[in-house]
């Protein structure tokens, strides 16, 4: 969305915070021995007291409040009571939802208690990579400029990207222009950022897999090659100088 307006302004503010502070309760809630589906009912209960709607849900007829994705399950991932957390999992949170008209949406992979798995340097390199390619967003960049920064740096840290999956435009609907926002550089891609206008920027950063490909329940995500993918995003407001993290407050 472009905004127009203090309102809109506002607007966008108010449900940012919101799925910002979802998504940081979650992850503080979050404990060895719960299932997925108790965390998201927890989500789910953050977002009621501030009077929000699960966009997933709300949108797509999502079978739950968040996406939930654990170990090698890369996105979409179905919260279950038949789904408990692990000491070592890598744990991934998306929260998105709307408020008096105004959608926002942010996610997080985080290793929950002890590294077992040896993924934080893949969960590390993932939240300094997005950091660098919002803080290269102006008004006038290319769009596919942002994917060439990802793609450019994982290849430095040693790993890949997803490449079909992308960030998006956000606002007055979850999914808006730009449509695709890539983890790899599309030199075809002549999109250019627009200032005023609100963005979500996520990154799919990959040890083994290039492609998420469905599981067979609909929704989940996984590797094409297997392995693990960390995925962070942020929303952000778009300006001539350095963008405005509206979801900050998931910032721990």
Same mark, same amino acid.
């Given at each position: 969305?472009?905004?127009?307006?203090?309102?809109?302004?506002?607007?966008?503010?108010?449900?940012?915070?919101?799925?910002?502070?979802?998504?940081?309760?979650?992850?503080?809630?979050?404990?060895?021995?719960?299932?997925?589906?108790?965390?998201?009912?927890? =989500?789910?209960? @953050?977002?009621?007291?501030?009077?929000?709607? *699960?966009?997933?849900? %709300?949108? #797509?007829?999502? /079978?739950?409040?968040?996406?939930?994705?654990?170990?090698?399950?890369?996105?979409?991932?179905?919260?279950?009571?038949?789904?408990?957390?692990?000491?070592?999992?890598?744990?991934?949170?998306?929260?998105?939802?709307?408020?008096?008209?105004?959608?926002?949406?942010?996610?997080?992979?985080?290793?929950?208690?002890?590294?077992?798995?040896?993924?934080?340097?893949?969960?590390?390199?993932?939240?300094?990579?997005?950091?660098?390619?919002?803080?290269?967003?102006?008004?006038?960049?290319?769009?596919?400029?942002?994917?060439?920064?990802?793609?450019?740096?994982?290849?430095?840290?040693?790993?890949?990207?997803?490449?079909?999956?992308? =960030?998006?435009? @956000?606002?007055?609907?979850?999914?808006?222009? *730009?449509?695709?926002? %890539?983890? #790899?550089?599309? /030199?075809?891609?002549?999109?250019?950022?627009?200032?005023?206008?609100?963005?979500?920027?996520?990154?799919?950063?990959?040890?083994?897999?290039?492609?998420?490909?469905?599981?067979?329940?609909?929704?989940?995500?996984?590797?094409?090659?297997?392995?693990?993918?960390?995925?962070?995003?942020?929303?952000?407001?778009?300006?001539?100088?350095?963008?405005?993290?509206?979801?900050?407050?998931?910032?721990?």
């Amino acid at each position: 969305m472009s905004i127009e307006s203090q309102a809109d302004l506002a607007g966008i503010h108010k449900i940012s915070e919101v799925v910002a502070t979802t998504l940081r309760l979650m992850r503080e809630h979050a404990t060895p021995g719960m299932t997925t589906q108790e965390l998201d009912d927890f =989500g789910f209960q @953050v977002l009621q007291q501030f009077g929000a709607q *699960p966009a997933p849900k %709300l949108m #797509y007829d999502f /079978p739950g409040y968040t996406c939930i994705s654990v170990n090698k399950e890369v996105a979409h991932g179905i919260p279950s009571k038949n789904t408990v957390l692990q000491e070592g999992d890598l744990v991934n949170i998306d929260v998105s939802a709307e408020l008096n008209g105004f959608y926002a949406d942010n996610g997080g992979s985080f290793i929950l208690g002890q590294d077992l798995q040896q993924l934080s340097p893949l969960v590390k390199a993932s939240q300094k990579i997005l950091n660098k390619a919002i803080q290269h967003i102006r008004g006038g960049v290319r769009v596919a400029e942002v994917g060439r920064i990802i793609e450019t740096e994982a290849k430095k840290a040693g790993f890949k990207v997803i490449k079909n999956l992308a =960030g998006h435009g @956000v606002g007055r609907s979850l999914h808006e222009s *730009p449509e695709g926002i %890539l983890n #790899y550089y599309d /030199p075809s891609n002549r999109e250019r950022f627009k200032k005023n206008s609100v963005v979500a920027i996520e990154t799919f950063i990959s040890t083994h897999s290039t492609i998420a490909t469905e599981n067979g329940d609909g929704w989940t995500l996984v590797g094409n090659r297997g392995g693990h993918v960390a995925q962070h995003e942020h929303t952000i407001l778009i300006t001539d100088k350095a963008p405005i993290i509206l979801t900050k407050a998931n910032l721990i």
